[in-house]
């Protein structure tokens, strides 16, 4: 499902900065929108609900995220509406036929490579993706997309050729469009619970469809890198698809979620929330995640070996690539390894932040020139209205302004204080400049983008890797990490009072802001794929 607005954002982005395409252009798992097979009307249901949960996983609640444009309209002129594509969302999978493939592509006549860039259905993976992609176009190379159907119409309103899969088993639009409003409406209590909680109920359904996406996408994908021919194939997911290894072609990992998605004995698991010393969380948490993803890691192995592929280790969906692996952890924060990554083959990117030009702040009615907070709990956290609402009524006693993304849901508010201005969707990357603390959910883009402009954090995690970065944040004292829920007035209110009264933490972020602005995220990784694409056997080193 693709909203509106960000489709116009594309197409905006594409009319502004792209040559043939009216002047060159200007976000761990495939969104989990296939459902597995019905055991039982119960487990179905539980995956169902499970998959949309993380904004990291779904394009459909991602999509809410753009569902309009800011009435704040930023300097940039707004294209044509474009015509609204299909949604797509979980449904238990449906057999997927291979793709009709098309016409054989001739090879490039100048020295620029095909890079096929095939990630997640999420907003965040996306856009990251995107910004590569832009890199490769200015350096010659013919970037083309491979995306879920849900995506129609992203990444050709920047300008870029894009292929389609079915990850959602083909359900239908409109029952598509019930399933999220549905799901969240019933299920906010799975984001009350702990990590270690969260597994059988959230993090194990997950997975289920993570597993499904893999599957029910396979021929199509396949078809597709056939026809294609790439040079290289870049993958930023949690999970293996065996298309990318079976077509003979170097291929790339890019991890846009928390580092510690690759494991290493002295980190925390992956999705565990456990601060970095805390060894006893880090035990109880991995053994309850390997006895309950079971069932679907035996079932994503079975899909392996049906395909000719080796099966994985209890826990282990995917392998790091052995041509290059690329993350965007920032430097001052990451983790102390037992086991170094060899350079050789993990580069780290220090963010990937897209171009989303300028954004012009509003008027307030109150409150005007004082310190300007932005607030955005991604797609699926702006349907817990009560929270929101709770926060809003607190905001309006503050000495502050507010900007705050609140997704499809704006017309439920109502005497919003005039401190405050809503907007179902905000260009983040353009808005966090001019703000003096961000508070969001810790998902990877919003957890690199407060970092890389040098503003302070709060983080008041869900799900997913948001309870990773929130840790994180914390422990390394960047930000802090406050409970989505069991906050009182006075504890929110003083954090924020603390943290945008911090002068040693804005030298920290200032100092962390600049390492990560001078490494030019983007440009790095589109310079590490076209070696990869160039010369696979040069390609190790390169930094």
């Known amino acids: 499902m693709m909203a509106k607005?960000?489709?116009?954002?594309?197409?905006?982005?594409?009319k502004k900065k792209t040559g043939a395409a009216k002047k060159t252009s200007a976000k761990r798992a495939a969104g989990p929108k296939t459902a597995a097979k019905r055991k039982a009307a119960k487990t179905n249901s539980a995956r169902k609900s499970a998959a949309g949960a993380t904004s990291k996983r779904s394009s459909a609640s991602k999509a809410r995220k753009a569902a309009a444009k800011p009435k704040a309209t930023p300097k940039k002129k707004v294209a044509p509406k474009p015509k609204k594509p299909a949604a797509s969302a979980p449904l238990a999978p449906a057999k997927a036929g291979p793709a009709t493939p098309s016409a054989p592509r001739p090879a490039l006549k100048k020295k620029g490579k095909r890079v096929v860039l095939y990630p997640e259905a999420a907003f965040g993976p996306a856009l990251n993706c995107v910004g590569i992609a832009q890199r490769l176009r200015e350096m010659g190379h013919e970037p083309i997309f491979v995306c879920d159907k849900g995506f129609k119409g992203v990444f050709e309103g920047y300008g870029f050729e894009e292929k389609l899969v079915d990850m959602s088993g083909g359900m239908p639009d409109e029952e598509a469009a019930r399933f999220w409003s549905d799901f969240i409406a019933q299920h906010l209590p799975h984001f009350k619970l702990s990590p270690i909680e969260q597994i059988p109920t959230y993090v194990v359904p997950v997975w289920e469809m993570i597993v499904d996406t893999a599957v029910n996408s396979h021929e199509m994908l396949l078809a597709h890198l056939q026809s294609l021919k790439p040079d290289v194939v870049c993958v930023d997911n949690v999970i293996l698809f065996p298309a990318i290894k079976m077509i003979g072609k170097p291929w790339i990992r890019i991890i846009s979620c928390s580092e510690n998605e690759v494991a290493d004995p002295d980190i925390p698991p992956h999705l565990s929330g456990c601060g970095e010393n805390d060894k006893a969380c880090f035990q109880a948490f991995e053994a309850e995640?390997?006895?309950q993803v079971k069932p679907a890691h035996d079932r994503f192995n079975a899909f392996l070996a049906k395909v000719g592929h080796p099966s994985y280790e209890l826990g282990e969906f995917f392998e790091t690539?052995?041509?290059?692996?690329?993350?965007?952890?920032?430097?001052?924060?990451?983790?102390?390894?037992?086991?170094a990554l060899d350079p050789k083959r993990f580069q780290y990117l220090d963010g990937c932040v897209r171009d989303e030009g300028e954004y012009k702040v509003p008027k307030f009615a109150a409150n005007e020139g004082k310190p300007l907070i932005y607030v955005s709990f991604g797609s699926l956290g702006s349907a817990d209205v009560e929270l929101y609402k709770r926060m809003i009524a607190l905001f309006g006693r503050l000495p502050y302004r507010f900007l705050m993304n609140v997704g499809d849901y704006i017309d439920q508010y109502h005497d919003v204080p005039g401190n405050v201005h809503l907007e179902k969707w905000y260009p983040q990357p353009a808005v966090i400049p001019h703000v003096d603390l961000f508070i969001h959910h810790g998902g990877n883009n919003s957890f690199n983008e407060?970092?890389?402009?040098?503003?302070?954090?709060?983080?008041m995690p869900y799900c997913w890797d948001g309870l990773d970065n929130a840790t994180r944040i914390?422990?390394?004292?960047?930000g802090a990490k406050l409970p989505r829920y069991a906050w009182s007035d006075d504890?929110?209110?003083?954090?924020?009072?603390?943290?945008?009264?911090d002068g040693a933490m804005k030298l920290k972020l200032g100092t962390c802001a600049r390492y990560m602005q001078s490494q030019n995220g983007p440009e790095k990784a589109a310079r590490l794929i076209?070696?990869?694409?160039?010369e696979p056997r040069l390609a190790e080193g390169v930094s």
């Open 321 to 339: 690539s052995p041509y290059l692996n690329l993350l965007l952890y920032p430097k001052h924060l990451r983790f102390k390894r037992r086991h």
């Open 530 to 534: 076209a070696r990869v694409a160039e």
């Open 5 to 14: 607005a960000a489709r116009k954002k594309a197409k905006t982005k594409a």
């Open 474 to 478: 914390q422990d390394t004292g960047y």
């Open 289 to 291: 995640f390997l006895k």
């Open 450 to 459: 407060a970092l890389y402009f040098g503003k302070p954090a709060i983080i």
């Open 491 to 501: 504890e929110l209110a003083g954090t924020i009072a603390r943290l945008i009264g």
